[in-house]
């Protein structure tokens, strides 16, 4: 959002003027005092706004608008977010404590809370013997995972880090999401956490729940760090945008918040059962958010030797314990990776996994009863070292799980994992079930589209051209007369149109590390990598490590062949320690020829501290084929009286493939004009991007890669009530 400078003067008079606009607050002489929450870690000049509820009933999306705009029109203010689902408010950046009373005292809101700072609960690296304990009561284990259902017909919401979509585990099942994070990766993982997790719920070889639908909502950036106000950004989407069975996991911590905790109960009210973490702190869960909320089921974590783990949180807050420590689940790096970590953050998600079992099972159950069975039925009595916790290890056998029906097994025979393919193809796969027959084979495609096969051999023909070249994952997954599903997959890159010769696919470490990083000297060092290969840029991700005190002092660039300078850290962080980098996707690149030489420099701009380079490598994906010129098009808009793209639009449907990039904008692309405050929100089933301020001043520019096939509208409005026109350009690649 773009906020108006405002003038000391009238800053000063700022919280008069809300009490003049609204004197019914200053008749009833609320106390401010009373109505401000301050947080454990707050974020400077940040704050959350709830709004009070009239007595006449439940507000309406249009009546928070309307109640937000009327509230911050005096300090000429925007809201940074709104929320009209799971709580009814707002969020504002850059406000002074003075103003942030004054509203407080306003008889139209609840009250303000200080947005607080919210992060993974961490992780401790260190095959996953967590399935192998949740099928069965007491130890040993006897290195097996035994279930009957699967998580069909069950949708999981990671409220995390993203995920990588396109991981082999996943077999297809990632749906559209949400972001709350405006870095332009969109739902993509950049760094780990959140494909972990993701990993224990639904994945076909790590996962519970081996069938779910996973959501991403991604709430915490590329460091594993947000606020409350994005984590709630993040729940109300949940809340206003789900139908039909749904479990949501919450992996993340921070200090107390009565907003978030609000809410998560009303997602929970409103049928969707939440689990959480209880943190890894070696403390109370009761002191912290969202662990605290009685409504969730918040998990405590576990060792092979069924004691609770050195590091987790305890105490009445939490209702079930399940395996957290040393736990083995996908990765973010690339489609095959796996990592090894431990925290509640992987407990969390094996209990999330269980939930969608149970709603597989019995999909009309409330998030009520769906509480009720897990703690009902858990193992009890088998842990030490609980510290006033329940006594209760997850376990899933009452779910059908345990020495029942075994599942089948299924897997891909062509095309192999890895091949490069084009035109129509076929795609061939075996299937056999140990205790009954194979019922049915269902081919998952990159396009969205499936197909089953009845008969064997199983098979499906699938016409590559329906997606964007590039890396696609194609996923199977077999049913048994029973009703037991099995799955497997396997990734393909898609190459149509032409081309020659070795493309570009790799990763390029750098050689002759590490490099010391000589202290207050603006030459600083560099390191190069050579790139062989043919074909331009299709996706470049950076991999870096380097050790340093304080590394606000250090700035870095990355030069490609051809010259393009990128900057990756300008003296950014601060006094934090080591900048460190996972697969960082740059899009800066794209198009360039990607053989030369590549050039990482960094540079040390204070005194005192120092450090070295590490590490550091480049992953590219080439494109070697004769890509298709971009499509596109505009349009023109005139619209008064709107409310922020949501009424009163002139809208225009696109089509996507899987993989797709659509960039569209008032500004920021050729064909773009506006006059006046636009705003630009693009849907599919639900909104999947937004943007009101962008290009440094009031146009807007979005730019949204597609998870999944779909036509999608864009909508054209302007920001609040005001009016505007302009010429919405966009291009799809």
Same mark, same amino acid.
């Given at each position: 959002?773009?906020?108006?400078?405002?003038?000391?003067?009238?800053?000063?008079?700022?919280?008069?003027?809300?009490?003049?606009?609204?004197?019914?607050?200053?008749?009833?002489?609320?106390?401010?005092?009373?109505?401000?929450?301050?947080?454990?870690?707050?974020?400077?000049g940040e704050y959350i706004v709830v709004l009070a509820e009239p007595s006449e009933g439940k507000m309406a999306p249009t009546q928070v608008m309307a109640a937000t705009e009327q509230l911050l029109a005096p300090l000429s203010m925007k809201p940074e977010l709104q929320f009209t689902a799971a709580v009814k408010g707002f969020t504002v950046t850059k406000m002074s404590e003075a103003d942030a009373l004054a509203l407080a005292a306003d008889s139209r809101v609840a009250y303000v809370e200080e947005n607080g700072v919210v992060s993974l609960n961490a992780t401790q690296t260190n095959a996953t013997w967590g399935l192998d304990r949740i099928d069965?009561?007491?130890?040993?284990?006897?290195?097996?995972?035994?279930?009957?259902?699967?998580?069909?017909?069950?949708?999981?919401?990671?409220?995390?880090?993203?995920?990588?979509?396109?991981?082999?585990?996943?077999?297809?099942?990632?749906?559209?999401?949400?972001?709350?994070?405006?870095?332009?990766?969109?739902?993509?993982?950049?760094?780990?956490?959140?494909?972990?997790?993701?990993?224990?719920?639904?994945?076909?070889?790590?996962?519970?729940?081996?069938?779910?639908?996973?959501?991403?909502?991604?709430?915490?950036?590329?460091?594993?760090?947000?606020?409350?106000?994005?984590?709630?950004?993040?729940?109300?989407?949940?809340?206003?945008?789900?139908?039909?069975?749904?479990?949501?996991?919450?992996?993340?911590?921070?200090?107390?918040?009565?907003?978030?905790?609000?809410?998560?109960?009303?997602?929970?009210?409103?049928?969707?059962?939440?689990?959480?973490?209880?943190?890894?702190?070696?403390?109370?869960?009761?002191?912290?958010?969202?662990?605290?909320?009685?409504?969730?089921?918040?998990?405590?974590?576990?060792?092979?030797?069924?004691?609770?783990?050195?590091?987790?949180?305890?105490?009445?807050?939490?209702?079930?314990?399940?395996?957290?420590?040393?736990?083995?689940?996908?990765?973010?790096?690339?489609?095959?990776?796996?990592?090894?970590?431990?925290?509640?953050?992987?407990?969390?998600?094996?209990?999330?996994?269980?939930?969608?079992?149970?709603?597989?099972?019995?999909?009309?159950?409330?998030?009520?009863?769906?509480?009720?069975?897990?703690?009902?039925?858990?193992?009890?009595?088998?842990?030490?070292?609980?510290?006033?916790?329940?006594?209760?290890?997850?376990?899933?056998?009452?779910?059908?799980?345990?020495?029942?029906?075994?599942?089948?097994?299924?897997?891909?025979?062509?095309?192999?994992?890895?091949?490069?393919?084009?035109?129509?193809?076929?795609?061939?796969?075996?299937?056999?079930?140990?205790?009954?027959?194979?019922?049915?084979?269902?081919?998952?495609?990159?396009?969205?589209?499936?197909?089953?096969?009845?008969?064997?051999?199983?098979?499906?023909?699938?016409?590559?051209?329906?997606?964007?070249?590039?890396?696609?994952?194609?996923?199977?997954?077999?049913?048994?007369?029973?009703?037991?599903?099995?799955?497997?997959?396997?990734?393909?890159?898609?190459?149509?149109?032409?081309?020659?010769?070795?493309?570009?696919?790799?990763?390029?470490?750098?050689?002759?590390?590490?490099?010391?990083?000589?202290?207050?000297?603006?030459?600083?060092?560099?390191?190069?990598?050579?790139?062989?290969?043919?074909?331009?840029?299709? %996706?470049?991700?950076?991999?870096?490590?380097?050790?340093?005190?304080?590394?606000?002092?250090?700035?870095?660039?990355?030069?490609?062949?051809?010259?393009?300078?990128?900057?990756? %850290?300008?003296?950014?962080?601060?006094?934090?320690?080591?900048?460190?980098?996972?697969?960082?996707?740059?899009?800066?690149?794209?198009?360039?020829?990607?053989?030369?030489?590549?050039?990482?420099?960094?540079?040390?701009?204070?005194?005192?501290?120092?450090?070295?380079?590490?590490?550091?490598?480049?992953?590219?994906?080439?494109?070697?084929?004769?890509?298709?010129?971009?499509?596109?098009?505009?349009?023109?808009?005139?619209?008064?009286?709107?409310?922020?793209?949501?009424?009163?639009?002139?809208?225009?449907?696109?089509?996507?493939?899987?993989?797709?990039?659509?960039?569209?904008?008032?500004?920021?692309?050729?064909?773009?004009?506006?006059?006046?405050?636009?705003?630009?929100?693009?849907?599919?089933?639900?909104?999947?991007?937004?943007?009101?301020?962008?290009?440094?001043?009031?146009?807007?520019?979005l730019v949204y890669t597609a998870t999944a096939a779909g036509t999608f509208q864009i909508r054209a409005g302007c920001y609040t009530t005001g009016s505007c026109s302009g010429t919405v350009a966009w291009t799809i690649q």
């Amino acid at each position: 959002m773009l906020f108006r400078k405002t003038s000391a003067l009238a800053l000063a008079l700022a919280p008069f003027a809300l009490t003049a606009c609204f004197p019914d607050a200053a008749d009833k002489g609320e106390d401010p005092d009373a109505k401000f929450v301050r947080a454990k870690d707050p974020v400077a000049g940040e704050y959350i706004v709830v709004l009070a509820e009239p007595s006449e009933g439940k507000m309406a999306p249009t009546q928070v608008m309307a109640a937000t705009e009327q509230l911050l029109a005096p300090l000429s203010m925007k809201p940074e977010l709104q929320f009209t689902a799971a709580v009814k408010g707002f969020t504002v950046t850059k406000m002074s404590e003075a103003d942030a009373l004054a509203l407080a005292a306003d008889s139209r809101v609840a009250y303000v809370e200080e947005n607080g700072v919210v992060s993974l609960n961490a992780t401790q690296t260190n095959a996953t013997w967590g399935l192998d304990r949740i099928d069965q009561n007491a130890l040993p284990l006897n290195q097996t995972y035994t279930y009957n259902a699967d998580g069909t017909g069950v949708k999981a919401y990671i409220i995390d880090t993203g995920i990588r979509a396109t991981h082999t585990a996943f077999g297809g099942r990632v749906g559209t999401g949400f972001t709350s994070i405006t870095d332009g990766q969109g739902t993509n993982d950049c760094q780990g956490h959140g494909t972990h997790v993701s990993g224990t719920v639904g994945s076909s070889t790590w996962g519970v729940a081996k069938n779910v639908q996973l959501i991403p909502v991604r709430v915490l950036d590329c460091q594993g760090s947000g606020t409350n106000a994005g984590v709630i950004a993040g729940v109300d989407w949940v809340t206003a945008n789900n139908s039909g069975a749904a479990v949501a996991n919450m992996s993340l911590g921070g200090g107390a918040s009565a907003t978030l905790d609000t809410a998560i109960r009303n997602l929970h009210n409103a049928g969707v059962t939440v689990v959480v973490a209880a943190g890894n702190e070696t403390q109370n869960a009761c002191n912290v958010s969202p662990a605290r909320e009685p409504t969730a089921i918040t998990v405590a974590s576990t060792t092979t030797a069924d004691a609770f783990s050195s590091f987790s949180n305890f105490g009445t807050c939490v209702d079930i314990a399940a395996p957290g420590s040393s736990i083995t689940s996908t990765w973010n790096t690339n489609d095959t990776a796996t990592n090894t970590i431990s925290g509640t953050s992987m407990a969390s998600p094996h209990v999330a996994g269980a939930a969608a079992l149970y709603l597989s099972a019995n999909p009309t159950a409330t998030p009520a009863q769906v509480v009720s069975a897990l703690t009902t039925n858990a193992s009890s009595g088998r842990l030490t070292g609980v510290q006033g916790s329940p006594n209760l290890l997850l376990y899933i056998g009452f779910i059908g799980g345990g020495g029942g029906n075994l599942p089948p097994t299924v897997s891909i025979t062509s095309p192999a994992s890895g091949a490069t393919v084009s035109g129509s193809i076929t795609i061939s796969a075996t299937a056999a079930d140990s205790d009954g027959t194979v019922a049915s084979v269902r081919f998952n495609l990159p396009d969205g589209t499936s197909v089953t096969d009845t008969t064997a051999p199983y098979s499906a023909t699938w016409n590559t051209a329906t997606v964007a070249n590039g890396a696609r994952t194609i996923g199977v997954t077999a049913t048994d007369n029973a009703g037991a599903t099995g799955a497997g997959s396997v990734s393909v890159n898609v190459s149509n149109g032409g081309g020659g010769g070795d493309c570009i696919n790799g990763s390029f470490p750098a050689a002759g590390l590490p490099l010391s990083i000589p202290d207050n000297n603006a030459t600083g060092i560099s390191s190069t990598v050579a790139v062989t290969g043919n074909g331009t840029v299709g %996706s470049l991700a950076l991999s870096l490590n380097i050790g340093h005190t304080y590394r606000g002092d250090l700035i870095v660039t990355l030069t490609s062949p051809a010259g393009t300078v990128y900057s990756v %850290s300008n003296r950014a962080g601060g006094s934090a320690d080591n900048l460190v980098l996972v697969d960082s996707a740059i899009t800066a690149f794209a198009g360039q020829t990607a053989a030369g030489t590549w050039r990482l420099s960094v540079s040390d701009r204070a005194s005192i501290d120092t450090g070295a380079l590490n590490s550091w490598s480049l992953k590219i994906v080439g494109n070697c084929g004769t890509t298709p010129p971009p499509t596109g098009g505009t349009f023109n808009f005139t619209a008064t009286n709107t409310n922020s793209a949501q009424q009163n639009t002139v809208n225009q449907n696109v089509t996507l493939a899987a993989g797709q990039k659509i960039t569209l904008g008032t500004c920021g692309i050729t064909g773009g004009t506006f006059t006046g405050d636009t705003y630009l929100r693009l849907f599919g089933a639900a909104q999947v991007a937004a943007n009101d301020d962008a290009c440094g001043g009031i146009g807007s520019n979005l730019v949204y890669t597609a998870t999944a096939a779909g036509t999608f509208q864009i909508r054209a409005g302007c920001y609040t009530t005001g009016s505007c026109s302009g010429t919405v350009a966009w291009t799809i690649q």
